[in-house]
Structures are given as structure tokens and as C-alpha cells.
């Protein structure tokens, strides 16, 4: 099995089977997972192989060409990503390590997709605010720091085009979301209410990786 953080929506034996029976990843991937490990008990924090696959296919089925991403890490999110835009995509990615960056920007490079991705390094939410307010992006991705998500969507929503989509990550938080849902899972619980609450988006949440909510921006 690929080091890279399994669900534990299924067993071991279930996820290694839904892998094998998926679209493979690519030597650079498979590069970036292992470097990864490096980075020690936070490589946890890297999307699984199966959700990364399911967001190149959607960055395809959407014809996206405009990806807004909050939280890059090591950048295997960002890599899926960037491997379903066209050769004039464009993928801003946001994040506050520089030291995972650089190993991200390494793993870009290796896979050919560098030149589709900005990385900007500082708070994500000064980079959004700085963004034109105009509804211009196809597809948003958020994986950062939890207590921000509603302040991340908020400043999203509005310059996603109409049928475009919002993926966000963690929406179940180890399933704290019900077992301790006063305590650790509170911030994803209040994240959840409020997306589903809103009347500008359709929202299912996918019990893929830790939980994983794509949101369709009406019309």
C-alpha cells in the first residue's frame, strides 16, 4: 500500500482494492507520496490516491481552466489538479510553509505540469481578498486550517462562475463530526451547516478520503 493517508470510512483491504481498480497514478506521483514521508507525522495531511484521481477527472469532466487551491502542502492536491487542465490552464494555490512548497514545486516540475501552477505563500485569505471579485474561476479546492473554512468559502463563492464547483476537504474530521461533535468536530460541523444552508449552491458530501463536500454553484 502507497504511504498516504487512508480512510477509515473502509477497511485496508477495501481501499487497496478501490485503488487497484482506479485510473493509476504516475511516476511523479508515486515520487511526491514517498518524499512525503519525510515530512513526518503530518504526511497524514496529504490527500489519498483515490481522491486525487476523482479530482483530475473532474477538473476534466468540468473543463476547468481556472483552479483556485487553499492549502497546497506538498502538492499532490495541486499536481491531481493541474493534470486535468488544459496546456492554458491555470491552478493558483495558496499556502503559508515555504519549505513544502519547495518540495511541491519540485514534484510540479518532474510531472510537466509547473508551468500551469502559481504558488503564493502567505495568508490565503489576504490572497483571495486581493483577487478580482469577478465570478471567474471553474473549480475551488479548500485544505487548510479548519477554523478558517467558512471565511476561505465565503471569499470563494462569489468568484466561482455559475456551475462551477467548490471541493472541500475533511468535511467529516475522523468522524468527530458525530462522534464528538461539541469538542474536535465542532469547526467542520459548523463548515458543514453552513454550506448546506446556502441557498446559492447544491452540496453532497462524499465519504472519499476524510470526508470530501463538492459544491455546485447555481446558476
Not at 158 to 185: H, K, M, Q
Request: proline share 6%; glycine share 8%.
Amino acid at each position: 500500500m502507497l504511504f498516504c493517508m487512508r480512510p477509515k470510512l473502509v477497511s485496508e483491504a477495501l481501499y487497496d482494492y478501490i485503488v487497484e481498480n482506479s485510473s493509476p497514478i504516475d511516476g511523479a506521483q508515486r515520487n511526491l507520496i514517498e518524499r512525503t514521508v519525510d515530512v513526518g507525522e503530518r504526511s497524514r495531511m496529504q490527500i489519498g490516491t483515490a481522491q486525487g484521481t476523482l479530482f483530475t477527472l473532474l477538473t476534466r469532466l468540468m473543463s476547468a481552466r481556472k483552479v483556485l487551491e487553499i492549502g497546497t502542502f506538498t502538492g499532490y492536491s495541486a499536481l491531481a489538479l493541474a493534470k486535468g487542465l488544459p496546456d492554458d490552464g491555470r491552478l493558483l494555490t495558496c499556502d503559508v510553509n515555504e519549505e513544502w512548497a519547495a518540495i511541491a514545486q519540485e514534484a510540479w516540475k518532474e510531472a510537466g505540469v509547473a508551468d500551469l501552477i502559481d504558488v503564493r505563500i502567505g495568508p490565503a485569505l489576504d490572497t483571495l481578498r486581493a483577487l478580482p471579485p469577478a465570478p471567474e474561476w471553474d473549480l475551488a479546492f479548500i485544505d487548510a486550517d479548519k477554523d478558517n473554512y467558512i471565511a476561505y468559502y465565503e471569499e470563494i463563492v462569489p468568484r466561482i462562475r455559475p456551475g462551477g464547483a467548490v471541493l472541500t476537504d475533511n468535511v467529516l474530521w475522523f468522524s468527530t463530526v458525530v462522534d464528538d461533535p461539541e469538542g474536535e468536530g465542532a469547526p467542520m460541523r459548523r463548515f458543514n451547516a453552513h454550506v448546506a444552508a446556502d441557498p446559492r449552491v447544491d452540496v453532497v458530501i462524499l465519504p472519499i478520503g476524510d470526508g470530501v463536500s463538492l459544491v455546485r454553484k447555481k446558476p
